[in-house]
Each structure stands twice: as structure tokens, then as C-alpha cells.
């Protein structure tokens, strides 16, 4: 039930693109995104809607793949700020229970 | 500024004691909920309630306690029955339970050692 990330971790240069994935294998009605820094809380990023409805930062982009119930963030152009544990969280509809990955921890180096 | 806040954000306690978590939000969220984060293993539901006096178990919640008595207060109490307590809790709000565009907003967390 808890989705999957891939790649659970991830380096890459200033200025490097990165792509994190989240498969469910439950029907999805949204997924939502998160970046967590060590120690500190999840700070939200996107919300993506079956239909294509999306809301969130401006400077992230993301998809979602109703079929294949998976969605991908897209991190372009990395800067040393993006480092931190990214978490995708699934939401099903039928229990209004966001359900969390493992998360995909990044570290950008300069 | 508005906001979630948690006291304390490190705690220790003996085993077979019980601790209370506070969380405390001033966004005028009706929902509000509980997640405990160990290494590797992300965020795992503990509680939620969409309203007050009103609380539902998440997917880990033998051994733990919540009451919802203000809009503005969700506390947690880790029980002696919790098997495992030493964790990461993160306290979180959204405007509601229902809504699939409604993203939540979270605490800085409190670390509870237990030994």
C-alpha cells in the first residue's frame, strides 16, 4: 500500500537534473510531493490531480501518470538548496489518508 | 505569522512512562494529524481528526493517545503499551480532511528518546 520512490538516493552537481519517481499500486486520485531537510519538517511542493488539476511551486515541475498510478518530479537545473529527502504521498480517495513513501534522499554538491 | 508548533523538540523519558506531545496551530485548520518518522521508512500515520472531539486511528496507533478538546490542539500522548517509541514525530494540519488539493502544513517535530 505505501508507495514506492526510485532512486532512494541520488548526488548530483550544481546544476544537474534529477528525476524522482512514485509508483502506487492502488488506483491514485492525487499525489502530493514534499522536501524535508534534515531535522527539520516536510515542507509542501505540489499537488498533482487525476484530470491534470495542479497546484505548487512554480519553480518544480511534476507529472502524473493516472494508468500507471506513478508520478515523477522533475528537478532541473539543481542548485545546492534542493538537497534534502524527497517524499511523494498518495491519496486514494477512499480513506482521506495521505500515504507516504520511503522517501528519496538528494544531495547536491558544488 | 501562522503557523504549527511542537514542544518540546527533544525528549527523554524512562521506559514505562508515559509523555505528551504538544501541537498547537494557529492556520484555523479544522484537520489535523500525527506521524512518526523512523530512519528509511518515511512517514507513518498515527492519528488524524477532521474536527473536534472527533479522532481517527491512522495505521500505527496501538500504544498511542490523542484529544482533540480545541480546534487549535491535537497533543499525543505516547503510552507505556507503545513497544518502540523512540522516534521522530511530526504534527501536521490541512484547512480539511476531504479535500484532495488541501496540502498540509507541519510542525518542526519532536524527538522522543525513551531508554
Known amino acids: 500500500q505505501q508507495p514506492v520512490q526510485s532512486p532512494q538516493a541520488v548526488i548530483l552537481r550544481e546544476g544537474e537534473d534529477a528525476v524522482i519517481n512514485c509508483s502506487s499500486s492502488k488506483a491514485l486520485y492525487s499525489v502530493h510531493w514534499y522536501r524535508q531537510k534534515h531535522g527539520e519538517a516536510p515542507v509542501f511542493l505540489m499537488i498533482?490531480?487525476?484530470?491534470?488539476e495542479q497546484k505548487g511551486h512554480d519553480k518544480i515541475s511534476a507529472s502524473f501518470n493516472e494508468k500507471k498510478q506513478q508520478s515523477s518530479l522533475y528537478l532541473t537545473a539543481s542548485q545546492l538548496s534542493y538537497s534534502g529527502t524527497y517524499f511523494c504521498g498518495t491519496y486514494g480517495g477512499a480513506t482521506n489518508k495521505l500515504i507516504f513513501g520511503t522517501g528519496t534522499l538528494l544531495a547536491v554538491q558544488p | 505569522d501562522g503557523g504549527i508548533t511542537q514542544s518540546p523538540k527533544y525528549l527523554f523519558r524512562k521506559e514505562g512512562q508515559n509523555v505528551t506531545l504538544s501541537c498547537e496551530q494557529n492556520l484555523n485548520h479544522d484537520a489535523m494529524y500525527w506521524y512518526r518518522q523512523d530512519p528509511g521508512q518515511g512517514l507513518r500515520l498515527i492519528y488524524y481528526?477532521?474536527?473536534?472531539?472527533?479522532?481517527q486511528k491512522g495505521d500505527i496507533a496501538e500504544g498511542y493517545s490523542v484529544s482533540r478538546e480545541k480546534k487549535e490542539s491535537f497533543p499525543l500522548t505516547v503510552t507505556s503499551a507503545q513497544k518502540n517509541p523512540t522516534a521522530f514525530y511530526l504534527c501536521?494540519?490541512?484547512?480539511?480532511?476531504?479535500?484532495?488539493?488541501?496540502?498540509?502544513?507541519f510542525g518542526p517535530g519532536t524527538r522522543l528518546t525513551v531508554t
Open positions: 501536521a494540519s490541512s484547512i480539511s480532511l476531504a479535500g484532495v488539493l488541501n496540502e498540509q502544513y
Open positions: 481528526s477532521q474536527i473536534v472531539n472527533d479522532f
Open positions: 498533482l490531480l487525476k484530470g491534470g
